[in-house]
């Protein structure tokens, strides 16, 4: 069993006399470094000169250069996509990397797989919510928080769990309740949940589904909201309540549709892909090609995005949203 952690478990005094350096100002290093300075943190932001380096300044940060946000804070929280991690803290970070400083993130990818080796004299913490970045700062705005995570790798000054909490805390994310974790378990676990169902998974079987339909010569528009559409409101019951409480919201012959056939379409060979899927994340193989591929400038994608974008069921569903948008 994982600890669970709530308010009474951390201490915002911990970050007092702190700067906390939220190094990009994308959406979740936006929504994160709001939450903190709302909670009365010091928080500065570190950022190349670009549209989120303007939109810092906007809402009021002392911005300044990657290099010298590491230099000025004690905490250096990275939040940046995973792939520019590697080469930013090599450029701009790492000679700032002394003693009684932290390096933090939300997600253990560049730790685990090694594109960041930080000194042992630092401290090395996650602090990461199980939410997008938009929900996160919604929840934190209506005095409440998302569910996180908090892990520890490296630990030399003795605090390094304390600052965790306490940034965990900044953020609302103790309201809700803070997961403890390793940084393996967050990042393999994180990857899989992505490839294999989140993202990988459901998208296919949307698209397989869509195609099936339309392919028997179902209206498309009929297909993207049998297939599509209806989803978020079947995952919006079971976030709710769980499975049980959507089977008992659907009708009784959804229900053992549900039973009858869902086993004849994620039969058991599916779970062994998942399984070989979950070795390639553990073994390195996943992230080592993804970098690559980021490297070489993402030409598969690219090509991957733009076929997407061409697929019948993403123009069915631009259609769609057009036709029920409020006037």
């Not at 209206?219 to 976030?239: N, Q, R, S, T």
């Not at 409480?245 to 869902?262: C, D």
Request: glycine fraction near 8%; aromatic fraction near 8%; charge should be negative.
């Amino acid at each position: 069993m994982v600890t669970i952690l709530h308010d009474k478990d951390a201490d915002l005094a911990v970050l007092e006399n702190k700067t906390v350096a939220v190094i990009g100002y994308g959406s979740q290093g936006s929504a994160q470094a709001l939450c903190m300075r709302d909670s009365g943190v010091n928080v500065i932001i570190g950022s190349i000169k670009d549209p989120s380096y303007d939109q810092a300044v906007k809402d009021g940060f002392e911005v300044m250069d990657i290099s010298s946000a590491a230099e000025k804070a004690d905490i250096i929280h990275i939040l940046l996509p995973d792939e520019f991690h590697g080469p930013v803290y090599a450029n701009a970070i790492a000679s700032h990397m002394k003693s009684g400083k932290t390096l933090s993130c939300s997600h253990g990818f560049n730790i685990v797989y090694k594109q960041i080796v930080p000194p042992t004299e630092v401290d090395v913490i996650m602090v990461a919510p199980k939410s997008p970045a938009t929900e996160e700062r919604k929840a934190y705005l209506a005095g409440f928080g998302v569910p996180g995570l908090v892990a520890i790798k490296q630990n030399p000054s003795g605090s390094a769990r304390d600052v965790a909490l306490a940034m965990a805390k900044a953020m609302g994310f103790t309201r809700a309740g803070c997961l403890e974790c390793t940084f393996e378990q967050e990042t393999y676990e994180d990857l899989f949940g992505e490839q294999n169902v989140l993202c990988g998974g459901c998208v296919d079987l949307m698209k397989a589904g869509f195609e099936v339909l339309v392919e028997a010569g179902y209206p498309p528009e009929m297909a993207y909201f049998e297939c599509v559409h209806e989803l978020k409101l079947i995952v919006d019951l079971i976030y709710e309540g769980g499975i049980q409480k959507m089977n008992a919201v659907i009708s009784n012959t959804a229900e053992w549709g549900e039973y009858y056939n869902g086993p004849k379409i994620i039969t058991p060979d599916v779970k062994e892909r998942m399984k070989e899927s979950l070795k390639l994340i553990e073994n390195g193989q996943f992230a080592k090609e993804w970098l690559e591929e980021s490297k070489n400038g993402a030409p598969n994608l690219l090509k991957k995005r733009e076929e997407l974008g061409d697929h019948e069921l993403e123009k069915t569903g631009r259609r769609i949203r057009e036709m029920f948008e409020r006037k």
